[in-house]
C-alpha cells in the first residue's frame, strides 16, 4: 500500500511546482488558448491563456509512477505500462491537435481524419497487447469477456473485442474532451473517478483469486490489481495538483493534449480491470455531458430545432445564467454522487458473487 501512498503524494507535488513553470514556458512561447466566437460571450477573457497543460499532468503521472517504483523496489507491471502507454499516446495525438491550433491559427487542429487515425493507432496497438502478457494464472491484462463490476457472460473473440475497447476509448476521450469547456471542471471530475480505481484497485487486489487459499467464491480475477491502484493513485494526484491553477480563473488549460489522455487513462483502468461498464455510471458527468450533444445535433438534425441554448450541457447553464464557478460545483456534485453510486455498485456485485 506504500506504493499507492508514494505515487499519489509524487504525483500530486509535481504538478503543483511543474505547472507554474510550464505556464511559464507557454506564456513566453505565446502558446495561448484560442476561442470560439460563437461561445458565451463571458469566455473571451479566458482569451491567451496557455494551453496544453495536460503535458504537467501526464508527465508528473509517469514520473510518479516510475519513481514509486524505484522507492519501494517494486517491479512494473504490464497492466500499468499498457495503461500509461495509453495514457501518454492519446495525449500525444492531443498535443498535436493544440500544436496545430496554436501555431497554424486553426481553430479546428488536427484534420478529422488524422486526429482519427492517431487515436485509432494507439487505441489498436493498447487493445491487442491487453490481450497479451499472460501471468502464472494465465490472466492478461485485459480479457475478450465483457464486464460490469467483474467479467461476465460469454467471450466475445479478440476482434470484437479490440473494436469494444476501441468504442470505449474513443467514446471516453471525446467525453473528456467535451466536459474540458470550464474551468477545472474536467480536471476536478477526473480526480473523482481516478480516486473510485484507487479504490478499486485496492479492493480487487485483497479479494483477488490469486490469494489462495483465502480467496472466496466473490474473487476477482485482474492481473494486476495494485499496480493498477499505483497508477490511479499517480492520476488522482497529478490531476488534483493541476487543478490547483485549472481552477477558476484558470491559469493554464489542460487542451486537447489532456482531455484525450485523461479519456485513454480512464478506459484503460476500466478495462483492465474488469469494469467496463461500470465507467458508465462512475464517469456519468462525462456521459451525461457528451449525451446533451448527441441530443442537440440529433434534434436540429431531425426537427430543426435545439433541445438546450448552447451544447454541450454546461454551457446551456452558463446562459441560462449561472456563474461558471455555480455550473462547475453544481457538476462536481453531480460526478461525486456518480462515483458513490458506482461504488455501490461494485462493494454490490461483491457482496451478491460471495
Not at 497554424?104 to 486526429?115: D, F, P, Y
Not at 487515436?119 to 489498436?124: A, H, S
Request: charged residues 15%; glycine residues 12%.
Amino acid at each position: 500500500m506504500k506504493q499507492i501512498l508514494f505515487s499519489g503524494t509524487i504525483g500530486l507535488f509535481l504538478t503543483l511546482i511543474g505547472t507554474p513553470l510550464l505556464i511559464k514556458l507557454l506564456a513566453k512561447k505565446g502558446y495561448g488558448q484560442f476561442i470560439r466566437d460563437d461561445g458565451p460571450r463571458t469566455h473571451g477573457s479566458k482569451k491567451g491563456t496557455p494551453t496544453m497543460g495536460g503535458i504537467s499532468f501526464i508527465l508528473a503521472t509517469i514520473i510518479a509512477y516510475a519513481l514509486t517504483k524505484v522507492i519501494t523496489s517494486s517491479d512494473p507491471t504490464f497492466s500499468g505500462v499498457l495503461v500509461l502507454f495509453l495514457f501518454a499516446g492519446m495525449g500525444l495525438v492531443g498535443f498535436l491537435d493544440d500544436y496545430i491550433k496554436i501555431v497554424k491559427q486553426r481553430s479546428l487542429g488536427l484534420r478529422a481524419k488524422a486526429k482519427m487515425a492517431g487515436q485509432l493507432i494507439v487505441g489498436i496497438a493498447f487493445a491487442v497487447l491487453s490481450l497479451q502478457f499472460a501471468d502464472t494464472r494465465g490472466q492478461t491484462p485485459a480479457s475478450d469477456r465483457l464486464s460490469f463490476t467483474q467479467d461476465f457472460g460469454w467471450q466475445i473473440g479478440p476482434v470484437i473485442f479490440v473494436i469494444w475497447a476501441l468504442f470505449m476509448i474513443l467514446a471516453m476521450s471525446n467525453g473528456v474532451n467535451l466536459t474540458d469547456g470550464l474551468d477545472g471542471l474536467a480536471t476536478g471530475a477526473s480526480v473523482m473517478v481516478f480516486g473510485a480505481y484507487t479504490f478499486i484497485g485496492i479492493w480487487q487486489y485483497q479479494e483477488s483469486c490469486a490469494n489462495v487459499p483465502t480467496a472466496g467464491p466473490g474473487c476477482y480475477e485482474v492481473r494486476d490489481p495494485l499496480d493498477l491502484a499505483v497508477v490511479a493513485s499517480a492520476l488522482m494526484g497529478a490531476c488534483f495538483g493541476f487543478l490547483w491553477w485549472n481552477t477558476s480563473p484558470a491559469k493554464i488549460f489542460m487542451g486537447d493534449t489532456g482531455s484525450l489522455a485523461l479519456g485513454g487513462a480512464l478506459a484503460g483502468l476500466a478495462i483492465c480491470s474488469r469494469t467496463e461498464l461500470l465507467l458508465a455510471v462512475l464517469g456519468g458527468l462525462f456521459v451525461l455531458i457528451t449525451m446533451s450533444v448527441v441530443i442537440q445535433v440529433g434534434s436540429f438534425r431531425l426537427t430543426g430545432k435545439r433541445v438546450f441554448r448552447m451544447a454541450p450541457l454546461q454551457h446551456h447553464f452558463e446562459l441560462k445564467g449561472w456563474s461558471e464557478v455555480l455550473v462547475v460545483v453544481r457538476f462536481w456534485i453531480i460526478q461525486g454522487m456518480c462515483v458513490i453510486v458506482g461504488l455501490g455498485i461494485f462493494y454490490g456485485g461483491w457482496q451478491a458473487a460471495k
